[in-house]
């Protein structure tokens, strides 16, 4: 189904998936705080990407870089001379606009004049800060833009306490930040946000065939995760398009209420970053394949994912409405890996036998999965709550429960029913959720 934009921004702040964040102070400009069902999302999609390029294969293995890092970094990997979007500003309104996303350069869309853009310049977007108590040029340092650098620069630890041979990748999942321009679309486009990057190294002559590799791999692994077809597609970069130190790039774009737009990089970085750093720091970062008897450079094929645009994805790709008995039903067909909630316990009623029961149940099922006890509203409307922040399964305990010592599952997506004895609930549920 076509979702609405608001309808799902609606949701996600009604729900706790997603506040703006300093709310009480007015909000602050394209900077949102992940609440309760928010932050469980966020972690179960990069816990699922951890586990399909990490944990899963055994040439890859993972760091966690500083989010700070010597300038010279930035200077080497050519963010300070290129990390740049072209800026122009309106003469009437004041207002500044990226050049490359305005739809005409004739009129401004803030105040509707026309030809009073200036020249475009080019715009840093890297965040400068500076370490020590004093502020001066010699302490400048940078809030990384990504987690890559962080990889290339701890190549050769990773080759050697690892004691990895290519081909081998190395992952990282972690917080970047870019100073945009016009950010917006809500959590799609935001000065700090997370990504999910691996550098995969590998022999110069088998960089075309692992590129291709990775392309197919990231397929498989959005749509194994249950995001439809339909609305993923892989587009090519045209040579014009493509970033300083790439010789081809794929974008996994994702059908967003306003379009097709990215998801993840996909990228040949040849060897431009480990040459780049190996000239700068004067540190050898060359392979030396013991079989061969070679030295060289290694090439990079790197598959870089937003975890934030990621995650938006997954709960737009999910969002669905349907007729039930002549009332709408909203639900999350989330994937059970991914759901933030994987059970809620609901008493029918708040009688005090039946609460004592699903606080049992509650307690003995929380060790193992995210899990709700709720006992306000009636038990239909708790159903309803269950299915828009897309929980798989709904446990009631009634009152037949206090006879028959059974309780009824419900799945979210058929509405189903299974009576379960009590004994049994967890294998019904592990057998379900894994």
Not at 320 to 326: I, Q, S
Request: charged share 30%; proline share 4%; net charge negative.
């Amino acid at each position: 189904m076509s979702i609405d934009f608001d309808t799902i921004v609606n949701l996600a702040k009604k729900r706790g998936f997603v506040f703006q964040s300093s709310e009480i102070y007015g909000g602050l400009r394209s900077a949102y705080d992940y609440g309760p069902l928010g932050v469980e999302l966020l972690r179960n999609v990069k816990e699922q990407w951890w586990h399909s390029m990490v944990r899963m294969r055994e040439d890859v293995v993972g760091i966690d870089s500083a989010i700070i890092q010597a300038p010279s970094v930035w200077e080497a990997s050519g963010h300070l001379a290129s990390f740049t979007d072209p800026l122009v500003e309106c003469t009437n309104c004041n207002n500044r606009f990226r050049q490359d996303k305005l739809e005409t350069l004739d009129q401004c869309p803030s105040c509707g004049k026309r030809d009073t853009f200036t020249e475009a310049k080019n715009f840093n977007l890297m965040f400068k800060t500076h370490m020590g108590p004093v502020e001066s040029p010699d302490n400048a340092v940078y809030l990384r833009p990504e987690t890559a650098q962080g990889i290339f620069i701890n190549f050769e630890n990773v080759r050697r306490t690892s004691r990895m041979r290519l081909p081998f990748g190395i992952a990282q999942i972690g917080k970047s930040f870019r100073n945009e321009i016009t950010p917006g679309q809500f959590v799609f486009r935001t000065r700090e946000f997370e990504q999910m990057e691996m550098e995969f190294f590998c022999r110069p002559e088998e960089a075309d065939e692992w590129f291709n590799y990775w392309i197919d791999e990231r397929k498989r692994w959005y749509v194994d995760l249950g995001m439809k077809e339909e609305n993923v597609r892989f587009r090519e970069h045209d040579a014009d398009e493509l970033s300083h130190y790439s010789a081809g790039t794929f974008d996994v774009d994702y059908r967003f209420p306003w379009g097709f737009d990215e998801l993840e990089g996909i990228a040949n970085r040849t060897d431009f970053d480990l040459k780049a750093h190996m000239e700068r720091s004067g540190k050898d970062l060359t392979y030396f394949d013991q079989e061969s008897g070679e030295r060289f450079v290694p090439y990079v094929i790197e598959p870089a994912a937003g975890a934030t645009r990621t995650t938006f994805a997954f709960l737009l790709d999910a969002y669905d409405e349907e007729e039930v008995r002549g009332d709408t039903r909203t639900v999350l067909r989330l994937d059970k890996r991914l759901a933030p909630l994987k059970v809620a316990v609901l008493p029918l009623s708040k009688k005090p036998e039946l609460v004592e029961v699903t606080t049992a149940l509650a307690a003995d099922l929380r060790p193992l999965w995210p899990i709700e006890h709720d006992i306000t509203q009636a038990i239909g409307r708790r159903y309803r709550r269950q299915d828009e922040i897309g929980t798989p399964y709904c446990i009631t305990v009634d009152f037949d429960t206090l006879e028959d010592h059974a309780v009824t599952v419900r799945d979210r997506d058929t509405m189903a029913q299974d009576r379960v004895a009590m004994d049994q609930v967890a294998t019904y549920l592990r057998e379900r959720l894994g």
